[in-house]
């Protein structure tokens, strides 16, 4: 769409270089969007694309290093010189560490937790039985495209999600309507923002929830057969 829109601009304008209108659209765009479209929380990794400074300044820098190594060094020596600085241009720890980092917790790039949820899919896998619904926050995504799990399977699956001012009655509904099923809440959804459920059994209604216990980074209870 960016592109297409800086060929429009380049042709209005008659111009020959269309990357100065397609630099400018896109950082438009990115402004427009992060100003009235974007609802999510901010995080700096969605802040850089309205940031196109910095790639004028690194630029700038590499220009200026290159001007004089060029006329202070000899030929072999200053390819060598140019290569080191080149490197040193790379942030070699947020490169490897996405590749490298295989653990659980929040993650020191995207500040993003990244879940362990292996132990309550196989658990889920082993234990889960037909006419079973689910309400889950999202060991339901981690099932259909890991496990390629149709949810099918699951009678029907409910959302819980902490920003839903109807939150409890997700859970409500669930027990109350269906015979038997399960409530798999992950770490920040289920304890580190806030507690909706004891870490032990409970009753609601006439049923009794039998808590499971914390597989990874997810807590599971179920109520039923």
Known sequence: MLLVASLIVFRLTDKKNITIPFVFLNYLSYLL????????????????????????????????????LHQLLNNRLKYVVNLIVLLLFFNWNQVLLPALRNANGVHPITDEFHYEMEAAAQYLLEHSKEGDVLVATNIDEFLFLYYETDLLEFEKVFRYFILDSEKEKVINQAVLNYDQGWIVLDYQQGFLWEQPLPFEDFELGAKTVIYHGRFGDQFIYHWGE
Do not use: C, K, P
């Open 33 to 68: 969007f992060f100003s009235f479209l974007f609802d999510r929380f901010y995080q700096t990794r969605y802040g850089i694309f309205v940031n196109y400074w910095y790639i004028v300044v690194v630029a700038v820098g590499i220009f200026v290093i290159y001007s004089a």
